[in-house]
Nanobody, 125 residues
Framework: QVQLAESGGGSVQAGGSVRISCAAS????????MAWFRQAPGKEREAVAS??????RYTDSVKGRFTIYRDSVEDILYLQMMELQPEDTGTYYC????????????????????WGQGTQVTVSS
């Protein structure tokens, strides 16, 4: 059974940094395409960053500020966020690739259909 559990969110002032984590279990984490998505109130869920065997991918608004990486020994996915801005506020979700899942979301070459419960990140100006 796939399980994804996020942690590490919180409140921070603009310009600050936060690292969020996702503990994964129930699948081959080191060989699975993983991603972080976020959702702000009243907006659709959007991809932030992904990581797979070919490397990493970022949405334009976070390039140079966010870094996605994984610990394949502990099966933990991380997102290091720096120079945070109020528009980065939202619930951040960890996601794992789920091939051909009807309700999934594409980002790059991966199709995400497993989700964690989310962790809130609030950036104040």
């Amino acid at each position: 059974q796939v399980q994804l559990a996020e942690s590490g969110g919180g409140s921070v002032q603009a310009g600050g940094s936060v690292r969020i984590s996702c503990a994964a279990s129930g699948f081959d984490f080191s060989h699975t395409c993983m991603a972080w998505f976020r959702q702000a109130p009243g907006k659709e869920r959007e991809a932030v960053a992904s990581i797979d065997a070919d490397g990493t991918r970022y949405t334009d608004s976070v390039k140079g500020r966010f870094t996605i990486y994984r610990d394949s020994v502990e099966d933990i996915l991380y997102l290091q966020m720096m120079e945070l801005q109020p528009e980065d506020t939202g619930t951040y979700y960890c996601a794992a690739d789920r091939d051909q899942w009807p309700g999934g979301i594409w980002f790059g070459l991966c199709h995400f259909g497993y989700w964690g419960q989310g962790t809130q990140v609030t950036v104040s100006s």
